[in-house]
């Protein structure tokens, strides 16, 4: 299987140069964060400078890089789009941000919702293509049970259409701990036990909560070629660096044939398309053909169970939300001396070695993006440019502090995709409502970084080690992308 799709990435010509250039950069600088302490770093400045620090660029999407940074940035399309094209990437947008009903209704191009759901549109989970919110402020925030069965399944929803009843609200108690810096100061961090409560009684079904990502990007990451995802990832720890990331094979829905996961936090998902099948359904309750009605023999399950054969999204409106996601715009990081002077640090740590800076994506020649569907999409005439996602996409153990409660998605408990880390500086710019991981728990970057442990122990150790200058000079440096 490994051999076939490397076999396939080289017909189809796609360059490697840029990724390997960078793997070689990114084991010379992890060997030398090995043999120096953190202290070392400012003299490794100059060198970094010299090199311009190829792993960075300001043009974090390619040609889908947009100047702007602030907040509206995450909702613009894509800039090369043609006037055609953007009445397409509108349509799609509309069945995204617009709220969805219950059936039957006069807007039958968006009836369906339900009867139980979590939100009644992809925005609302996703606030302005951004991430979500948790239960006190909002929505965006979903619980996956532990314990399926026929009356819950795999996911908690917390609403219902009238007439029929939720299956419970979020509930959650807060566990504190503290991580001591090199300095002295104190960092206080906070975890959520989360349940549910239904009919007055909490649950002891473990619930796992998962925060909902932004959007950007995605389209560019749905084109990355399975090799290249699969060229990074070492189970076995083959060269001993520490990192064992592991890629997350999942059947394609399409052909049911093996693929590397690469969306959702657990790497769950092997297209943008399923992806957003996959949460019409999940989360508003919105059958297609990806996800037709579930039959159910138990009667509170049959009483709340849409039963109507037909898919409540049609193909042609699905691929339209995808086909809208694909394209929107990645904001321009920031470039210059502060930014590479973080760069160099966030290298030195060993960061790079699982966020890995660039890929190589393949779009097609007309620079709409679309999921590759085998039967349609053609490398021919495609348009091969380097993006900057800061990810490898692979699952990696990142320790017992961020372990979810059982295993889930074909992954262990301790493993999580490496997140994305574009545009994480205007997901982070609002310090009263930052919340990033996988649950949302930490309240800033510094905090994110206080987590990781697993794989990136050492990583967190070091920026633990780091001097009040240096820290804030990496912490420049991610706001930046």
Known sequence: ??????????????????LLTL???????????????????????????????????????????????????????????????????????????????????????????????NTNSCTGCHVRNGQGQLPENGVGLILRLGSSSPELGEQLQDMAIPGAKPEGSVNWQSISSNVAMADGRHYQLKQRDYRFESLGHVSQ???????????????????????DIIANSDPQDRDGDGISGRVNLRKNKTDEQARPGRFGWKASQVSLHEQVALAFFEDMGITSSLHPAKPCAEKPCVAQTNTNPEPEISNKLLVAVSDYIANLAVPAAVQDDASQQGAAIFTQLGCAA????????????????????????????????????????????????????????????????TAPLWGLGIRASNSNNTRLLHDGRARSITE?????????????????????????ALLYFLKAL
Not at 451 to 461: M, Q, R
């Open 354 to 417: 699982c966020h890995i800076p660039a890929f190589n994506t393949s779009l097609p020649a007309g620079q709409f993006a679309k999921s590759p569907d085998p039967e349609k999409f053609s490398n021919i005439g495609a348009v091969i440019e380097t993006i900057y996602p800061y990810s490898d996409l692979l699952l990696h153990d990142m320790g017992i502090g961020l372990a979810d409660q059982y295993p889930t998605d074909n992954a262990a408990a301790k493993e999580w995709r």
């Open 205 to 227: 079904i473990a619930a796992s909560a998962r925060l909902a990502p932004a959007l950007i990007g995605m389209g560019l990451i749905d084109n990355i070629s399975d090799a």
């Open 23 to 117: 793997t070689v950069i990114i084991v010379l600088f992890s060997s030398a964060c090995n043999s120096k302490s953190p202290r070392d770093i400012n003299d490794d400045q100059n060198t970094a400078n010299k090199t311009k620090l190829s792993l960075t660029s300001n043009q974090s999407g390619g040609s889908f890089t947009i100047a702007s940074r602030g907040q509206q940035s995450l909702q613009r399309p894509q800039p090369n789009l043609s006037p055609e094209q953007q009445l397409e990437w509108a349509v799609g947008k509309s069945f995204a941000t617009q709220a969805w009903v219950a059936a039957p209704a006069t807007t039958k191009a968006r009836d369906g919702l339900g009867p139980l759901f």
């Open 448 to 472: 994110a970084i206080l987590w990781h442990g697993g794989e990136a122990k050492a990583s967190k150790v070091g920026f633990t080690q780091l001097s009040n200058p240096e820290q804030t």
């Open 1 to 18: 299987m490994l051999l076939a799709l490397r076999a396939s990435n080289a017909a189809h010509g796609l360059p490697l140069r840029v």
